[in-house]
């Protein structure tokens, strides 16, 4: 990462990190190892990283890093102990690699104020590294779909069962309807037709965002329906079939790919499948850090593809947008 | 429902709805307890409760239902509606210093999101927050009912609790047609600055829905706001916000889908038939089908049921357990429909995310995931 020396001599750094999401609405299926895994993977290709918990209503993180007791968290920077965000990074065994941890006794997702998140997602944008990694938690609360919806790199985790696909899809809709609720918040008229077709029951038969932007374009908004026709385009995540067990079991992804396709005007990319991983669950039985994993498992490898695939075209930032600079 | 109104209206409103806006009536404290077993984390419906009890003077019962809905509402991220809860259940009983603290710290902790009323309350401090919650008046308006019209004398400030309002603008062009906005819970309006001053309302408001408000009169505002400027400050920032966002609400309104259920207790089984209405995690509400309430709905109290939640011939979820809690009849004595409120057993963690992905996705939508999965997933 190119720095700059200051008068003072510190140093900082010229760009803002590119910082990626990982979500997907139900819990429990590996987010948290993917986010670590990922991270790792940048992190062995040179680059400096930062892994954040924003799981904060169920931080734990930093367990599957090994840390029993984080020394500090992200809530000693909201309560303002720390300056910085890279003041509350903790070092981990792999270079280049640091862990930002939750602090669930303290924060929620739910409960964030207006202001902390503004204040983490500016924080985010000036970590010295290059890339962040951020744990999002379960659900499709609005301050995790903006976190997701601020990220560089949008990934979305699901594993082959039905019900994980159908709420990874879910998080993608919620994700895809809070985009554009933001958009028209203070065009009430356009503001009305978003929030009406967000209910999959609504009586105005609009069953896919294309037809609301038709429905938007025809009652006089035709810019507004291309603006947000080209913000919906900026919408690209990552989709990623966790713990598979047979080849098949990896199309999960394909599946949400062609119906967010098909209903919300979104091009997902489909990513690579993770095959289940027992060594990845010693690891975590054992308390032992991820980062232990060998380099030749299937985990780390996805890991590296989807890195690679997705720092083959770095994206325009979208934090400024998200904090409604 | 009155006994001359439409069953039709359970075709488009949900029951709670129609609880809520007095047009099926709840006759009896107990009734409603069952009612609240199917949907355990409704505020809304506590808050009903709570006005109920306290029309039939149970004040301590009213004031835990009240203390319920603040919690409830709260913990949603609707910290106005949470207030006026908890302004009623002080009503009830004054609270220690101590009680008043916690609250405030309760809501600022919540924190105000994007919506004026909420940022409101979790920005003001103990003092400012008590001595707004001394001073709210509460009002409801049917649908059609003024608030305010073009020209009249502001008298306050007001906060929309529930329900939605048209606030028609006249434009200073000639000939230009007046402009409409719809303001919705958690917006703020009146035109009471400047504060000093008479001023006038430069629009009409109208209740488009049945509506609670709260207001604070002028001149009550101009003494809260000579001793805590801040608050002015606030309120005058905020009053011009039309940002609407509600909480994160924990209960759903489901899509209309068919459903079965096996009805079994003292040795009989019985397969019923009805179109859910309301689901929450902890329960539905049916209206059962004419061929099944031809038998004896009330029969149908108390039995265990397995509930199939269909959708055209698909089975969208299946093996859902529960007892049947609740009945009623409303519509005409000709025409009855017959509603049953069913309190679910406690379920997989699976079953409870697939209700919740039931309640988010289109029919289209899930069809195509299902297809898809058959086709390309399934083993």
Redesign the interface.
Known sequence: MQRQQTDNGSSHSLRSPQVWAVGGG?GGIGKSVLSILIAMALAEKGKETVVIDGDLGGANLHTFMGIRTPGRTLNDFIGRRYGTLDEVCIGTEQKRLRIICGASEVLTM?????T?KTKILQAIAKIEADHVVLDLGAGT??NTLDFFLSAHHQVVVMT????????A??FI??AVYRKL?RMT??R?AL??LV?AAMN??NDMQV??VSTLLERIAANGAASDAAHMAAELKRIRPVLITNMAR?P??K??S???Q??AQ??LTIQARNGEGVYFDPQINALVSAMEPLTRVDRDSNAIQCAFSVVSHQTGAESTPDIAVAVGM | MNANESPAALDHDSVIQLILNDRIDIESAAEFETLLEVFPKNPDLYRKFGDLLSTKKQSEEALLAYNKAAALYLEAGMVLQSIVAKILEWSIVKPSHREGREYHAAIRNKGGGDVPAQLLFSQLTYEETVSLMLRLVRIRLSPGETVYDVGQESTGIYFIVSGGLAETLLQKKEGAPPATTLLAENDIFGDIFPLEEKSFCRACVTAATDVELVKISKPTLKATCYRYPRVREMIERLSRMRVRQGGDRQWKTVRRSSLTFSANGNGDRQTVQGTARDLSLGGMCVALSNETAGSDPDALLLKKVVLTILEGNRTAIDRLSGIVAWRKKVGSSNHPTHIVGIVFDPMAEETEMALNAFCTISNGEQDMIWNLWNHLVRH
């Open positions: 139900k739910a409960n964030l104020k207006y902390q609360g609005f082959p069962q039905p019900v994980a696909i159908q709420n899809y879910a809709r919620n609720s918040s203070r009430p503001d009305d929030r999959p029951k069953r896919t047979q098949r079991d199309n999960a394909r599946i949400i062609m119906v098909k209903h």
